[in-house]
């Protein structure tokens, strides 16, 4: 199946669980600052959690690829990690923007500096940078190990910000009940299928678009 037709149909896989989880599961009554519930504004969650947890495995696809490239010095492994890191700083801006959107109404504020928040804003530039030195060097072989050093430094800190909520008081919520230090709410049992639904499909979404993004990388025998 061409990869244009498999990202098509990931799209509406991803369309189906978020009308699934927008319609059938029951929202989670969680406070805002001022006391009221946010009822269905806490839908974000499954656009939020997924979108994160995405680019969480495709920075580390990227430093696997980039790993492999480093040993076989081959350039369609340094492609596949390119194209791996570029869908991951995708996501990644996209969950800390859907973040900030759910921040909101929750904290009375887009932004604060929670130390999740600022964990995952310090991956997110050091992803950007990838993307910025990757373009400034024109041979390939000397691009190529560069990446893929950056990539495995960027990944060590995707663990800080797995650990920000569990060491460190926070405000952001554990997605697992009982994870973050802080007096904040966790996942029950009601919402769990929405959720796994969400990150199967959103999961299938970024590796879809990686295989796009590659396949072009490979016509255009660049990177």
Request: hydrophobic share 55%.
């Amino acid at each position: 199946m061409r990869p244009r037709l498999l990202v098509l149909g990931s799209l509406f896989l991803v369309a189906i669980t978020q009308l699934y989880a927008f319609f059938v599961v029951p929202p989670v009554q969680w406070p805002g600052p001022n006391g009221q519930l946010l009822g269905k504004v806490q839908k974000i969650f499954y656009v939020h959690v997924p979108m994160a947890w995405v680019g969480f495995f495709l920075a580390f696809l990227s430093a696997l690829f980039g790993l492999l490239h480093l040993v076989k010095r081959d350039l369609r492994w340094d492609r596949l990690s390119a194209s791996s890191m570029e869908v991951a700083t995708l996501f990644l801006t996209m969950a800390v923007i859907t973040g900030s959107l759910w921040a909101k109404p929750s904290w009375g504020t887009f932004w604060t500096w929670d130390p999740r928040l600022v964990s995952m804003a310090v991956l997110l530039i050091l992803a950007v940078g990838y993307l910025f030195l990757r373009n400034l060097i024109d041979e390939e072989n000397l691009r190529g190990r560069i990446s893929a050093l950056l990539s495995l430094i960027i990944v060590t800190n995707i663990p800080a910000v797995f650990l920000s909520i569990k060491l460190l008081r926070t405000l952001h919520p554990a997605v697992v009940k009982g994870l973050s230090k802080g007096d904040t709410y966790g996942m029950d049992t009601p919402i769990l299928v929405g959720l796994l639904l969400n990150l199967a499909s959103m999961t299938l979404l970024g590796l879809t678009v990686v295989l796009f993004r590659w396949k072009n990388m490979e016509g255009e025998g660049c990177s």
